[in-house]
């Protein structure tokens, strides 16, 4: 298929390369040129704009960090609202809001596109090596006609209904449990340091207690919280539990437990850990123990 890219960071670069990888025809945009540059070895085709990795494009993918980033792609002036050629499909992998995967729904059907909410379960490396969890939502026929894009990129597909932004639901609900474990997993590390229980004991104990790869894969980074940018910022984890609460409110679901990771979340971005990996949470924790991690 011919695809536009846009959105090249830690996850889009990787899932580009993929997409190249399985024989699809890619134009990548990025705001920063060099990232897209850097993709041409593998065969893709650099854009300056947004409106040129539409032009002649079936799909343009969205891989960027929140609301305010995929709004204004969209709907700038020769954004990929007026840019996309009708029949053409728009298909959002970004983390955001259900408000605007509704807002994104109804305005590319003004215009005769077809809209996919596609967000992906996954840290930097799963989508370097196509092993992410894919979530898909919307049209039925739209998504079996996507789906070879999505084998390029995941493991596996869930397709979580008709509507796009009950994928993105799903999304953030997925990103809420991932932050519980890692909020839970800080407080608990914290009570076993200070108490001078070997932490490795804890971490060993746990891992097959859960035998998760959750666990498993934020249990070692929790124990030992990295100060360097990180595979998933912080700051970007702030901003998914903030849509999740968001999300509750619509619904009229209580979620304190997401209040309580909020907090300590803004309290880490407000200590300067906003680029430090979600896991760094364990700072927080140690802090209020009065311990260092």
């Known amino acids: 298929m011919r695809i536009g890219f846009i959105g090249l960071g830690k996850m889009g670069s990787g899932m580009a390369r993929n997409l190249l990888a399985a024989g699809h025809e890619v134009t990548v945009w990025n705001r920063s040129p060099d990232k897209a540059r850097a993709l041409e070895p593998n065969g893709a085709r650099v854009a300056f704009t947004p409106a040129e990795a539409c032009a002649g494009a079936e799909a343009v993918i969205t891989m960027l960090a929140d609301d305010e980033a995929v709004h204004g792609v969209v709907f700038w002036a020769n954004g990929i609202a007026d840019s996309l050629a009708r ?161 509750a409110d619509e619904c009229s679901a209580p979620m304190p437990m997401a209040s309580v990771i909020r907090d300590n979340m803004l309290s880490g971005v407000a200590n300067g850990q906003g680029e430090f990996d979600w896991s760094s949470l364990a700072l927080v924790a140690a802090r209020n123990a009065g311990i260092k991690a």
């Open 87 to 247: 029949g053409a499909i728009h298909i959002s992998c970004s983390t955001i809001s259900t408000e605007l995967a509704r807002l994104l729904a109804a305005e590319h059907a003004t215009r005769g596109h077809g809209y996919l909410s596609v967000p992906v379960f996954g840290r930097p490396e799963a989508a370097a090596n196509a092993k992410l969890l894919v979530v898909a939502a919307g049209q039925k026929e739209i998504i079996d006609y996507c789906q070879p894009l999505f084998n390029a990129i995941g493991r596996q597909t869930i397709v979580a209904g008709p509507e796009p932004w009950q994928a993105n639901l799903v999304k953030i609900c997925g990103n809420f449990t991932i932050a519980s474990v890692i909020e839970t997993l800080s407080e608990a590390f914290a009570a076993i340091k200070k108490s001078g229980v070997n932490p490795e004991v804890f971490l060993g104990a746990m891992n097959e207690l859960y035998n998760s790869p959750v666990y498993k894969g934020y249990g070692q980074a929790v124990m030992t919280p990295g100060t360097e940018p990180g595979g998933f910022a912080l700051r970007l984890g702030l901003k998914d539990v903030r849509l999740m609460l968001k999300a």
